[in-house]
């Protein structure tokens, strides 16, 4: 997978040149994070440099405790640096779905931890005055048609009685919250928000270093293995010995001795950028700053960032055989939420693989003792990603499963993984090729 995926864009008789990944162009923060280069022993290694491995070395490490994370790339590389910013609040799943599967007492487990994600995001952020873009006016998951709305009823019911602070809007009130017609209804959370992921990512990573962690990028983990006391975690520069084991590699995991990728199916999602917005233009488009997502069986999403650049994304993977009908589609959909943004300019587009699960729930795998991986956030990085990996470390330093927001599972299967990958970014490109047209 590329850091980046990029493509010409047709625009009538106009082209532009649509270049790599806009969180990655516009990041303010920056981490300290060498190559290992010799071994070490430590209380807790981590692997993976995302939204997880990012907050349980920070938490690790303001608790007192030794922590040495390794990320195979940049730090922030895969989805957390891909993501599309929306800072929500649960999963996609709503509360009594996820009772149903869980159970009642693990769902309302489940359910209050994600709720609260959130504030612990916003609270981090304040905390370690990390500089990326964040902005608390909710997020708006609007109604793509009627049925749609009615499933923001059901949705609005069930928030409400959790005490929720959400709010059913009509169709003209989330006009006038949107700038755009083309929606029956919106749900409105204000716990929720927008932030620039990547930089939260590297703020996270940056507040860990100031801590006390040790952060490597550039060092995978080529294998892992039970040793006396605890684990080793063997790179190309060195050997780290642990006490306790977080694997936190999500959607992109790689092949390393001693453990099995953990199984998933993956999804692409991709994002355009638009050139900055100006006078009336900029003023149409999402005036109260809020983030928005439909109820579409193929989603798509789309936001501001601090420029007033408009952001559109939707299921689909840039660099398959259906580049180009994602790419037309994410053009018609621009003119269709925005008629007067018709001959706007597209000046970012890049994608990246979501972790998705059979029953959309999140994962801690118990891969051995003191060793867990947490994955599978199907959609929904940067609250339960922070969630779990600040709880995990919690977990893992005092020896205590009950302070995980889930309980682990020794085994996770998915099957049929291949296929049913394809046939999203399928459905994905047939719904592309023929909706939005204008």
């Known amino acids: 997978m590329p850091v980046w995926c990029g493509r010409w864009f047709a625009k009538g008789r106009m082209m532009s040149r649509a270049v790599g990944n806009l969180w990655e162009a516009t990041c303010e923060e920056q981490v300290s994070a060498p190559v290992l280069d010799k071994d070490c ?21 303001g608790s007192g405790a030794s922590v040495c994370l390794v990320e195979a790339q940049e730090i922030g590389h895969g989805g957390s640096g891909r993501n599309v910013g929306l800072v929500n609040a649960g999963l996609w799943l709503p509360p009594e779905t996820i009772a149903g599967i869980l159970g009642e007492a693990e769902g309302r487990r489940l359910s209050t931890h994600l709720a609260g994600a959130p504030k612990r995001v916003f609270d981090l952020i304040e905390k370690h005055g990390i500089a990326c873009e964040a902005v608390n006016n909710g997020t708006l998951h609007c109604a793509h048609s009627e049925a749609g709305y009615r499933d923001l009823e059901d949705r609005y019911r069930q928030q409400v009685a959790l005490g929720a602070p959400v709010s059913l809007l009509d169709g003209e009130e989330t006009q006038r919250r949107t700038g755009s017609p083309m929606f029956h209804g919106a749900l409105h959370d204000a716990r929720a928000g927008t932030i620039n992921p990547l930089s939260y990512c590297r703020g996270l990573a940056r507040a860990a270093v100031q801590a006390g962690a040790k952060l490597c990028s550039r060092t995978p983990a080529t294998a892992i293995r039970q040793a006396k006391g605890g684990w080793v975690v063997e790179t190309p520069g060195g050997t780290i010995s642990a006490r306790v084991l977080l694997v936190a590699t999500n959607a992109y995991h790689q092949q390393m001795g001693g453990m099995a990728s953990p199984e998933t199916v993956p999804v692409h999602y991709f994002q355009v950028a638009t050139e900055p917005l100006e006078g009336e233009r900029s003023a149409q488009v999402l005036p109260g700053g809020e983030g928005c997502w439909d109820t579409a069986l193929v989603m798509s999403s789309f936001r501001r960032d601090h420029t007033g650049r408009l952001l559109v994304g939707a299921v689909g993977d840039l660099e398959g055989i259906g580049g180009g009908i994602h790419r037309g589609w994410a053009q018609r959909m621009i003119r269709r939420l925005y008629p007067a943004l018709a001959d706007v300019k597209i000046s970012h587009a890049w994608c990246g693989r979501i972790a998705m699960t059979g029953d959309h729930l999140p994962k801690i795998l118990a891969i051995g003792p003191n060793a867990y991986a947490c994955f599978g956030y199907s959609g929904r990085g940067i609250g339960p990603g922070t969630t779990f990996g600040t709880l995990a470390a919690q977990a893992l330093l005092k020896d205590d499963p009950a302070l995980l927001p889930l309980s682990p599972v020794a085994s996770h299967g998915e099957r049929f993984s291949g296929l049913r990958s394809a046939y999203y970014e399928s459905g994905a490109v047939l719904t592309h090729a023929l909706k939005a047209r204008v």
């Open 41 to 61: 022993s430590i209380d807790l290694a981590i692997i993976g440099g995302g939204f997880t491995g990012c907050s349980a070395a920070l938490e690790a490490a």
